[in-house]
């Protein structure tokens, strides 16, 4: 599992109260990434970092956002939920740099659920 | 990164071979392959990668063809566990005017079914 560890696995919460989420890895690894999974749409990037304090937005980070402090913790956070945020949400890490290493390890995932 | 086309499903028979077919015919000559599978309710799982050689691991086989514009991932004796979506990816390298720190693109990938 790459040492990746999501929390909480499953949260329900009201619209327009703020959620975060916690990515923490024991591997040191340098590259970071949310992504959220929804029916038909497969995986989509939400934000990435690329170390500590340095992050930055894929495809879908309207109302999100994110920090990193330390290397091994990648915190999502909505600032006010809303029902479409509801989600399957990932973490992943990135194994590895230079041409063709690009092997991604994901966290088991959080069930958000917002009413 | 080149588009990948997988059909929407398949169906394999426990203990045989899965061959799980991927067209993309767009491909550029810096564009790896990369092959992951997610079972159900769980992250998604690399599985293998190669850029124009046959590769294998423990888990599968690679195989690409001479122009490179279609590959073939074989799970070579699949059990029920195998039973998962599996998603083919085609990224450029790094530093190789590819998507900025390895973002990966999944598409709707193929169902595979491992009936008993």
């Known amino acids: 599992d790459a040492g990746i560890t999501q929390s909480p696995r499953h949260k329900v919460t009201e619209t327009g109260t703020p959620v975060t989420l916690r990515c923490h890895q024991t591997?040191?690894?340098?590259?970071m990434y949310w992504y959220r999974q929804d029916p038909g749409h497969g995986l989509r990037l939400i934000h990435y970092?690329?170390?500590?304090?340095?992050?930055d937005k894929g495809e879908v980070s309207d109302g999100y956002s994110v920090s990193r402090s330390k290397t091994e913790d990648f915190l999502l956070t909505l600032e006010s939920a809303t029902s479409s945020q509801t989600s399957v949400y990932f973490c992943?890490?990135?194994?590895?740099?230079?041409?063709?290493?690009?092997?991604?390890?994901f966290g088991a995932g959080t069930r958000l659920s917002v009413l | 990164d080149a588009k990948t086309t997988q059909p929407t499903s398949m169906d394999c028979a426990e203990g045989r071979a899965a061959n799980l077919p991927c067209n993309h015919s767009?491909?550029?000559?810096?564009?790896?392959v990369y092959w992951y599978r997610q079972i159900h309710s769980q992250g998604p799982q690399y599985i293998i990668h190669?850029?124009?050689n046959n590769e294998t691991n423990e888990m599968a086989s690679l195989i690409i063809t001479e122009d490179r514009k279609s590959s073939t991932l074989i799970l070579p004796h699949a059990t029920l566990r195998d039973t998962a979506v599996y998603y083919c990816?085609?990224?450029?390298?790094?530093?190789?005017?590819?998507?900025?720190?390895?973002?990966?693109?999944f598409g709707q990938g193929t169902i595979l079914t491992v009936h008993p």
């Open positions: 992943a890490i990135r194994s590895g740099s230079g041409s063709g290493k690009n092997i991604q390890y």
């Open positions: 990816i085609v990224r450029k390298a790094d530093g190789a005017g590819g998507t900025s720190y390895g973002k990966l693109t």
């Open positions: 190669g850029l124009k």
């Open positions: 591997e040191n690894h340098r590259y």
């Open positions: 767009t491909i550029s000559g810096n564009e790896y």
């Open positions: 970092s690329y170390g500590v304090k340095d992050t």
